[in-house]
């Protein structure tokens, strides 16, 4: 009999050692969502900061999404989501949407630093 309990004495242990090990594998894992959360929020704030940003300009400059759209040869709905925050404009569109509104990249990308670090 003694085998045998050393027997279960081995598979509880084992049984524990799991156990453990994926409670503390759950614990990081949420650690790192709550901390990738933050960052995703900061990232949304940035998002729709740029789109406020561009949404302005064109607004200032008098000009439809579609002109802005056409002159940069991409559909209305991509400024759209661009002005919502639902995507952002690749570098070089960014570039030309700057150059299009009379500015450089460089100050709309300070106006959207301003306006975060508010």
């Not at 002159?71 to 150059?99: C, F, H």
């Amino acid at each position: 009999m003694p085998i045998l309990q050393t027997g279960w004495q081995i598979l509880m242990i084992f049984v524990f050692c799991s156990v453990l090990c994926i409670v503390v594998m759950f614990v990081k894992t949420l650690d790192k969502y709550l901390k990738n959360s933050e960052s995703r929020k900061k990232k949304e704030i940035v998002k729709q900061s740029l789109g406020e940003v561009i949404r302005k300009h064109r607004n200032n400059c008098k000009m439809t999404q579609e002109f802005v759209a056409e002159y940069l040869g991409v559909s209305r709905q991509a400024v759209s989501k661009w002005e919502n925050g639902k995507s952002d404009p690749s570098t070089s569109n960014l570039i030309a949407i700057a150059k299009l509104f009379g500015i450089t990249g460089e100050e709309i990308l300070r106006e959207v630093e301003d306006k975060y670090t508010m």
